[in-house]
Structure formats: C-alpha cells, structure tokens
C-alpha cells in the first residue's frame, strides 16, 4: 500500500518535516517515491521552506491513484484544500455518470 506520511528532517529540537508518497512498508527516514513538499510547524507558513513549498496537484494526483494518508498528513493537506479538491473531483465524476 501507498502512503502520504511525514519524514523527519532537521537537527536536534528543531525538525522539519517532508511531505513524502512511500511504500507503507518502509523505515519513516526510509526511501520514498515522490516527495510533494515541506512542513516546518515551527515557522508562520509552515509549508514553506527556502523558497520551496507544498505541491497540491501533486497530493491530489496521488490521493486520486489510492494512497493513503496518515492522520497528521490528512490534517495538514485537509488544512490547505487538498481534501476538498479531491472530494470534488471524486463527486464530479460520479455526478457525471448519473447524469448519463
């Protein structure tokens, strides 16, 4: 199974976190398949770092192929729009084929 889970980054009380699609049964630190962006919940925007910051259609593409998030990867992607984007393409398409 596919997962969107956190990988910790950073040094000693001052991690970061990368937002990354891994097989569920890989090491956290572990190797991963696509990495879709950067949580720092220490800093004001915490899905940006050194200019770099959160892939949404990335997250939706793979939410949209079957992987899964974790409870703290939901929460933070629910946060910025990746679960209703979802939602609303899921509900579309269904709406469509009724329509037919």
Known sequence: ??????TRMGRRNRPYY???????????DGAYIDCLGFYDPIKANPLEINGESFNVEKAVE????GAQPTDTARSILKRYGVMKKVDELKYRSKKEKQSE
């Open 62 to 65: 793979w939410i949209m192929k």
């Open 1 to 6: 199974m596919v997962k969107i889970r956190l």
């Open 18 to 28: 990368r937002l990354v699609v891994v097989d569920s049964r890989k090491r956290r």
